[in-house]
């Protein structure tokens, strides 16, 4: 009876448009999501099954989705949101933005995308290598702060190679000479298949996880195997466009240590599975987050760094149900989400106490979110970022924040351009991949640890600072060296 009264609500309705981003939709159950799905095709209409919780993504119109709202068999309708990167460097300012605006049609020369989606470079399957200090370490004064050289030497490690700490982002410049030999590389698809071809490349799924030739993770904003950090370069990123995100952030996870290139990450020796959801534009949607967290704990992620979200200018942002659904998925399977507790005046009108006003997803009452406020080199929240006593978990270096960015180069400094403007990098954004390579850090000492003491030990061994006093739970900042003690 049921799959009738599905098939006269779909013959209806399937003239609709698609709006927006389209909706998310939960069922009750596989079974009726299978029936659903198998009508959807009949009358040609694309299901995205998102795997998690009986979620699927569909391109209906709001009439249409109204009509399944009240069906039996439907647990949850949103709309699939827009989520964005939480770096400090969007100019709002009307007047100053319009000048960057008007700069970057300009700009040809600047080339305002470094790369096209087609451009994509190849995954090296070689590694570089080399050995020596870290030349730049001394520009890391986050690192410093957090005496993460102390903590190596009192621990006896810089993080073990089975750690995986997914990146979950713009993507990540695989190429990059610093982070090139930490990356993840898929054991399912790496060696000589029954043909002698390298799996890495022979276009086929060869561990059957759903990805072809999937090396270094997967990108869910084009969909193919290479999750390439698409960067803007010039006024453009004023203007929302991404200046490297991802692979900022990873750098400050696990960009190889003693190699004599570049800098370190906090944990130097972990591995970073490379997740791309956020486009060139540093924007994504619900639909591509929940995939890319999906993905990356089926695919052994036991630590996902998330410097991504909506900050009260969300659709809905209380209502994502799919959102937490999926960080349940991780939690159930012991994985640590790690949130930037958000950017707030980026949000119109929006208030920086995310107790009164929740961020997405950081805000979340869900016990494997550790959410992340940034601080700058005086241990003093960095004026965009959010803060709440029940909300944000912890604090870290977060302001004009040094790491790898694409093309083997390195920046605190995202534009300078005298007279007009100095953007640096800020952000609880690059606050997070800090926690994010601490946990890793703390795993690869303690092997066992689940999502749950690895949040416990990162609250319990912090420092506490004034700023965060009374604005967060621990009330205090990321403290490497005492973690690893
Ligand atoms: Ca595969
Ligand atoms: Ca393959
Ligand atoms: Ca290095």
């Known amino acids: 009876?049921?799959?009738?009264?599905?098939?006269?609500?779909?013959?209806?309705?399937?003239?609709?448009?698609?709006?927006d981003n389209g909706y998310l939709i939960k069922f009750k159950n596989s079974a009726v999501l299978n029936n659903f799905q198998n009508q959807m095709l009949r009358s040609g209409q694309q299901v995205k099954d998102l795997k998690v919780a009986n979620w699927v993504k569909v391109d209906l119109s709001e009439q249409e989705v109204e009509a399944l709202r009240n069906h039996p068999d439907v647990a949850a309708v949103e709309?699939?949101?827009?989520?964005?990167?939480?770096?400090?460097?969007?100019?709002?300012?009307?007047?100053?933005?319009?000048?960057?605006?008007?700069?970057?049609?300009?700009?040809?020369?600047?080339?305002?995308?470094?790369?096209?989606?087609?451009?994509?470079?190849?995954?090296?399957?070689?590694?570089?290598g080399g050995s020596g200090s870290d030349p730049n370490f001394s520009k890391q004064w986050g690192m410093i702060d957090n005496d993460v050289k102390g903590a190596w030497s009192s621990s006896g490690t810089k993080g073990s190679d089975q750690v995986v700490v997914a990146v979950i982002d713009t993507g990540v410049d695989y190429t990059h000479e610093d982070i090139i030999d930490n990356l993840w590389r898929n054991p399912g698809e790496m060696g000589v298949d029954a043909n002698g071809k390298n799996m890495a490349t022979n276009g086929i799924d060869d561990d059957g996880n759903g990805y072809v030739d999937d090396v270094v993770g997967w990108d869910f904003a084009s969909n193919d195997n290479k999750p390439?950090?698409?960067?803007?370069?010039?006024?453009?990123?004023?203007?929302?466009?991404?200046?490297?995100?991802?692979?900022?952030?990873?750098?400050?996870?696990?960009?190889?240590?003693?190699?004599?290139?570049?800098?370190?990450?906090?944990a130097p020796n972990v591995k970073i599975m490379a997740m791309r959801f956020l486009t060139e534009k540093g924007q994504g949607t619900t639909e591509g987050a929940i995939n890319a967290v999906r993905y990356a704990v089926d695919n052994g992620a036991q630590i996902l760094s998330n410097s991504w979200g909506s900050e009260g200018d969300g659709d809905d942002p209380q209502g994502a149900q799919a959102l937490k659904d999926v960080i349940n998925y991780a939690k159930d399977r012991g994985v640590l989400f790690v949130a930037a507790a958000g950017n707030g005046h980026q949000g119109v009108g929006y208030d920086n106490d995310t107790d009164a006003k929740p961020g997405v997803p950081a805000s979340y009452d869900m016990e494997n979110i550790v959410s992340v406020a940034a601080l700058d080199s005086s241990d003093q929240l960095g004026a965009f970022s959010n803060w709440g006593r029940t909300t944000v978990d912890i604090g870290a270096p977060g302001v004009k924040v040094y790491s790898t960015v694409p093309d083997n180069d390195y920046q605190d400094t995202v534009i300078d351009i005298p007279g007009f403007i100095t953007a640096t990098w800020d952000g609880t954004s690059m606050a997070t991949p800090h926690v994010a390579g601490a946990a890793a850090l703390y795993l690869s000492k303690n092997p066992n640890a689940d999502w749950r003491e690895i949040k416990d030990a990162l609250l319990r061994t912090s420092s506490p600072v004034s700023s965060l006093n009374g604005k967060s739970v621990s009330g205090g900042k990321l403290n490497v060296r005492r973690l690893m003690q």
């Open 1 to 19: 009876m049921r799959s009738i009264l599905f098939f006269a609500i779909l013959l209806v309705s399937v003239v609709g448009y698609a709006k």
């Open 79 to 128: 709309k699939n949101q827009v989520l964005k990167i939480m770096t400090n460097i969007e100019v709002h300012d009307p007047v100053l933005r319009a000048q960057a605006e008007a700069l970057a049609a300009q700009e040809s020369a600047w080339q305002t995308l470094a790369l096209r989606a087609t451009d994509n470079p190849d995954i090296p399957l070689t590694n570089t």
């Open 228 to 266: 390439y950090d698409l960067a803007s370069k010039g006024f453009a990123v004023l203007t929302g466009g991404n200046p490297g995100h991802g692979t900022h952030c990873a750098g400050n996870v696990a960009a190889r240590g003693d190699n004599g290139k570049g800098i370190a990450g906090v």
